[in-house]
């Protein structure tokens, strides 16, 4: 039986497309893939070699427009109109034992530039790349059940279960970009750099436009807005001594309407700005071991590195390069234990689109398997209780994801929005002073904040344990984290914001967090050596 789900959404493009123009490409997308996945289950097959008996089929079409700047001004501008690409998962054996969860070469059949969106060229372009995906598939089948011969192994669940199929397609609308404004938004921003203490400042805007079209030979369908906003900061700087520092931030946004004001979006570049030339007068941070704070952007990112990659990829890859699960997310084989304070919960729902204003990258109605989206509650009172699953985990949850250029030839499991819900939680001013006394108990003289970090680079704040002033350091980095930190955790803030994460290569995704306190990190003084500062000082700005 099939579902069928139509919503209503926006889409800005670059090119001024309308409805009716949409509306008779969106048949045409659909005309050639139906046709050519009828053809393609009926008529492709190898003598003495198994039909494919699972298909699906994504055209891509994408605009895209992308600024980047420097000091002020613009170093180069891009934009494409119309890119349409195809890509192509196929599974051949039967639902009990098939092709897919099995690697022994690169896979290449996603992507692959169309010159035009007519009938004709979809279809060529959809019967080369089966064609492709049918091979590959009968290598990997081929090779697999060898594999599991030789190993005398036996699987635990089918390959890919039976489900209800449905369907999502969305009547969308169209609205041209202003590409004016964004390169005069983008200078402006990276014009905030322009000061002494800084020696590169760059302002980058990146806008994509992508409706995705999808259809499997079991008749599920869906059309999806991909598209998303990026807007990214770096800069870089030296202190006196010649002590490198970088810093950046990264926003990525759903859609034009949401993005903040240009007033509010210079505001952003400034405080980087400012913040850059304070570190470049700080003092050098000191070996440290004891309470961190972790606020928003750090706490988000924390979950990031720690959380999603973790409960993703539920079911192990077979290999014949390597034994190693390495393939599988480690919470894989912790269910029912315990991974986060007791007063933690964590849900993870694609049906919700939007938080507190902002669009959710993750949200979805059909998964790449065609089965319906669901919420899940991964955590519940610190214990890990479900995690995302697919027609190839025993039974599904609609989470089986595949992102456009992954080249895989079979979707995984894989997270949409992630909320990380505390039952218990403090203010701002509050949480601040959890640290404090944390910090006190520990009779450390002081603590610290960390607002950024990524890699090696964070922006740690020294706080007084009894006064609660903030000095700036530098110099320090933060060692490989995993999956115990999550249980370091002991108070957490009622600051939840909506962090979206976005990947050519991953399915994106959102984190609803809060600012945290671990009971425990370790921060390295940075082995990184001091450049010698030049011999002359910058020059004049005008």
Known sequence: MKKILILAATLFFIAPLNAIEFKSAQETIFKAMREEMSRTMKSL???????????????????????????????????????????????????????SFFENTVLTTAGGQLPSLSYGSLRRALWLKSDQAYKQALDQYTKKLAYLKKKELKQENPDFSKAEISSDKPQLDFKP??????????????????????????????????????????????IKDDSNIIISLSAQADTPNGFPLNASKLMTFKEISELPSKEDLIAMAKDLSLEMQKAVNSPKG???????????????????????????KTKKVLSLNSDMDYNMGDFARKKGLRIMPADFNVTDDPQIESFNGRKLMGAYKVDDEGVASQKLQIVKDGKLTDLPATRSSGETNGHARLGFYDGKLFAQAAVSNLFFLPQKTFSKKELKEELMKNCRKENLDYCYIIRRFDGSNIMAYKVDAKTGEETLTHGLEMPAISTRTLRDIISAGDDLTVFNFSSTMFPHYSIISPSVILSEMELKESQVENKKPPKLEKPPLD
């Open 45 to 99: 097959k190898t003598k003495g070699m198994p039909k494919p008996y699972y298909a699906a089929y994504k055209v891509k079409i994408q605009d895209f427009f992308s600024v980047n700047t420097f000091m002020g001004d613009e170093l180069f501008s891009a934009s494409s109109e119309g890119d349409v690409s195809v890509s192509v998962m196929m599974r051949v054996g039967n639902e009990k034992t098939d092709s």
């Open 177 to 222: 970009l202003d590409k004016d404004y964004i390169i005069s938004l983008a200078k402006e921003m990276s014009a905030q750099g322009n000061v002494k203490e800084i020696k590169r400042f760059y302002a980058r805007i990146f806008i994509s436009h992508t409706p995705i079209f999808y259809l499997s030979s079991e008749g599920a369908q869906y």
């Open 286 to 312: 000191e070996a440290y071991i004891g309470p961190v704070l972790l606020e928003e952007e750090a706490a988000a990112t924390l979950f990031d590195k720690v959380f999603v990659q973790n409960a993703q």
